[in-house]
């Protein structure tokens, strides 16, 4: 059964057209991530959320937003979409409370962007 | 700040032969380590992990990786390849000191697998 669940499984939005992407989970985890991988290249984290709390990557554009309503749900808001944010978004689960724990990926959501 | 190389970016292999991906890193404090497996259009699967105690860490499907800490290397080895093993694996480092779990990934090797 999958534990994270990213709907939907492509996307496909213009320049410019707000897109938004989500995620829900059933492992009741504290902790998602958003990550974004784009052709050939490493996931590279967008930011993260621990319970309500926001935290950023110091790289991530303003143009990328998120909201998490709720334990189980989490959307990733790309405002302007521009031709290099098409990528793979990677949305992922963890608990904190012990040593490395792993994380929980979805599938994913290829977004394009014409 | 840590970092993680992936030594080779694309490794073609025969059907039944051994495989290793090669992994190092570098970090100022202590790590944990990862191989991920990524299937073509689908999200990361976990292959196993190195947290503490016996180098040796044994994983799904048949892999196995050996942390190194004198040479600061994870490899990732599989005696005997399947046509299934065909995908991009990455590897990535977490810091101990790092309460969330985020994950820094080295750029992926692309294993392919051939009759």
């Known amino acids: 059964d999958a534990m994270v669940i990213q709907n939907p499984r492509y996307q496909v939005t213009q320049f410019g057209k707000p897109v938004t992407l989500s995620c829900s989970q059933t492992l009741n985890h504290n902790v998602m991530y958003w990550y974004q991988q784009k052709s050939s290249q490493a996931p590279k984290l967008l930011f993260h959320y621990y319970d309500k709390d926001f935290n950023n990557e110091a790289d991530t554009p303003d143009n990328f937003q998120s909201r998490r309503p709720n334990t189980s749900f989490c959307f990733l808001d790309i405002r302007s979409p521009g031709l290099g944010d098409a990528a793979m978004y990677l949305c992922a689960t963890s608990q904190i409370g012990g040593f490395g724990e792993k994380l929980f990926f979805g599938s994913g959501t290829q977004l394009s962007v014409l | 700040a840590q970092s993680v190389t992936q030594l080779d970016s694309q490794v073609p292999v025969f059907e039944e032969a051994p495989v290793e991906l090669r992994c190092n890193y570098s970090?100022?404090?202590?790590?944990?380590l990862f191989w991920y497996v990524q299937y073509p259009n689908q999200g990361l699967q976990l292959l196993l992990k190195?947290?503490?105690?016996?180098?040796l860490v044994k994983g799904i499907n048949g892999f196995e990786a050996e942390f190194n800490k004198s040479q600061t290397s994870f490899h990732l080895r599989k005696p005997s390849v399947h046509i299934s093993d065909t995908a991009e694996y990455f590897c990535a480092v977490s810091l101990i000191t790092d309460s969330w779990g985020k994950l820094q990934f080295g750029a992926g090797t692309q294993v392919v697998v051939t009759p």
């Open positions: 190195y947290l503490s105690g016996s180098t």
């Open positions: 970090s100022s404090v202590s790590v944990y």
